[in-house]
């Protein structure tokens, strides 16, 4: 199959495009309801060092939304629901009452239930979430998976952040540097492939005390000998024999083999020899369900994503519950490290995000990682392709997809380089701003509006009055409908810009359809300067097969 990424609603995807247990692993780090501001994605570049970056709020409220997801699921509409989930709901709201929190739930559970039916019987589900709501979150995870015989395995905890000193702050309670994952089944029959971290320095001084002459390596010695026999073990080898009460844990032809092969350790004193257990072909230690030992992600493998998890971690849990040719989904796929990952490991992958900047970023980091032909081969849905689904995506009536027309035409546009202006109600005409080349050192600033419905002459005058408060150079208006004659000819009214590095006159007005976008592949024609979304590390994807199963 076709790797898949999906930009919308993942409930209305999911329960439209995936097919009953067609999924092998799914992830998910939803949105947590911390009633943090998140600023993600965007780097501030140019002159402007405050350009507003764009903020994702993960802030729920009790809305049309849910009220009618709430209903849809204490009616159990079309019998999607357990009786388990439908009673933990009702008492959910008794308890918390109509507020964001039994929002929050309620939009959980719709997802979390069309999960479980997507996976297949042997598939595995992982949550990542943090404490704020993670003991609501178990209950209807219990409620959907374990009323239809699945089964929780695991709280895994993750170490996310170091310790933070907040008793100067005020601070009277511990500080929160962990986030929850919570593992469930959906059988009793599962794909599991043990994962090893590496043994720390203390306990490798403390255990691995020798040194092999011949070779330097550190070994550890292991007993020979069993409390049981069973077979012939209680032969003299070399000399020995087992101290009394015990027998050899081998037989005589193995210990014969270890011996041949230099695995023997025999004291100098005399007496029962070991066997060598040498560091360098130890797994590791078993993991268990505390995962601190993966760090944040740091350095090259930020993306600016503040969400961001690291790849260690995805690599960790792909690789326990998948193995190569699975289907892996992320239905809140953000920045998109778990279809990397999934990329990286040879893993089928589906993601789906509402937010078109993380469309964005996924698209550019799969190319910047894999290349242009991966990209290329990637099945894209939701995306505007014809003036049809560009226009239903400007009338979507939904307030979670309100801006998603203007940030899905500035970002294609721009080639990923504009800033969105999130300033709700106050954008003063400004949807976007991006900086441009001009010289070896000196960039110049344009800004884009974005328009969906009527336009007209006095778009084009009020535009260029923005451009000049804001001091920008050019402007630029997308817009869906097509422009009028007197909006031409204003636009051509006003004055040219002469741009130094390509040595050519640019209308500092410039009016740009939707359809040309669509049809013509319009984009900006300007030498752009620093990257707006940060540049993943490429992978040599040819070593895959030699990537170490054991993952620190």
């Known amino acids: 199959m076709s790797n898949k990424l999906f930009y919308g609603d993942n409930l209305d995807i999911l329960r439209r495009k995936i097919r009953d247990e067609t999924v092998d692993l799914c992830y998910i780090d939803p949105p947590f309801n911390s009633k943090r501001n998140y600023f993600q994605i965007y780097n501030n570049v140019g002159k402007d060092d405050a350009a507003q970056a764009q903020a994702f709020i993960d802030t729920w409220t009790w809305n049309e939304l849910a009220i009618a997801g709430y209903g849809e699921i204490i009616t159990n509409h079309e019998g999607r629901y357990t009786r388990q989930t439908i009673e933990l709901l009702k008492g959910l709201k008794a308890v918390l009452g109509e507020g964001a929190l039994l929002g929050y739930l309620v939009s959980m559970t719709q997802r979390v239930n069309e999960i479980q039916r997507v996976l297949k019987q042997t598939g595995s589900f992982y949550l990542h979430c943090d404490p704020t709501a993670s003991h609501y979150l178990k209950l209807v995870l219990d409620s959907v998976f374990c009323a239809r015989g699945g089964d929780f395995k695991s709280e895994i905890s993750w170490k996310r952040s170091s310790a933070h000193n907040d008793a100067k702050q005020g601070r009277r309670y511990p500080g929160s540097i962990r986030d929850v994952i919570f593992f469930y089944t959906k059988s009793s029959e599962w794909i599991w492939n043990w994962q090893f971290s590496s043994y720390d320095e203390t306990y490798i001084s403390k255990n691995y005390r020798h040194i092999d002459q011949d070779t330097g390596r550190l070994y550890r010695l292991g007993d020979l000998t069993a409390a049981k026999s069973g077979g012939d073990v209680s032969y003299e080898f070399m000399g020995t024999r087992p101290y009394k009460g015990r027998y050899w844990a081998y037989s005589l032809v193995n210990m014969e083999k270890f011996y041949n092969e230099g695995r023997l350790y025999f004291p100098k004193n005399g007496g029962t020899p070991a066997y060598k257990r040498y560091l360098d072909e130890m797994p590791g230690v078993s993991i268990q369900n505390d995962w601190g030992d993966i760090q944040p992600a740091i350095g090259n493998e930020r993306l600016g994503y503040p969400t961001q998890k690291p790849e260690a971690l995805l690599e960790r849990i792909l690789r326990a519950s998948s193995n190569e040719g699975d289907t892996i989904l992320d239905a809140y796929c953000g920045c998109g490290t778990s279809v990397a990952v999934a990329q990286r490991l040879r893993r089928n992958w589906i993601g789906i995000d509402i937010t078109y900047q993380s469309i964005a970023v996924i698209l ?151 359809q040309q976008m669509i049809e013509s592949d319009a984009r900006i024609d300007l030498p752009m300067t620093l990257e707006v979304l940060k540049t993943a590390e490429s992978v040599n994807t040819c070593d895959q097969q030699d990537l170490p199963f054991q993952v620190t």
């Open 364 to 514: 550019k980091r799969l190319e910047d990682s894999f290349g242009a032909e991966t990209v290329a081969a990637i099945t894209l849905d939701g995306i505007p392709r014809d003036m049809a689904s560009a226009r239903a995506l400007a009338n979507k009536q939904d307030d979670r997809l309100r801006k998603e027309f203007e940030k899905w035409a500035l970002l294609t546009y721009s080639k990923n380089r504009a800033t969105i202006n999130e300033k709700k109600g106050a954008d003063k005409g400004i949807d976007g701003t991006a900086y441009f080349l001009t010289g070896a050192n000196a960039t110049a600033r344009v800004i884009f509006q974005v328009k969906s419905g009527k336009v007209q002459r006095s778009t084009i005058a009020t535009l260029n009055s923005d451009r000049q408060r804001e001091q920008a150079e050019l402007a630029i208006l997308l817009t869906l409908e097509e422009p009028t004659r007197p909006m031409q000819e204003e636009a051509m009214a006003a004055s040219m810009y002469h741009h130094e590095l390509l040595n050519r006159m640019v209308p500092r007005i410039q009016i740009v359809t939707i």
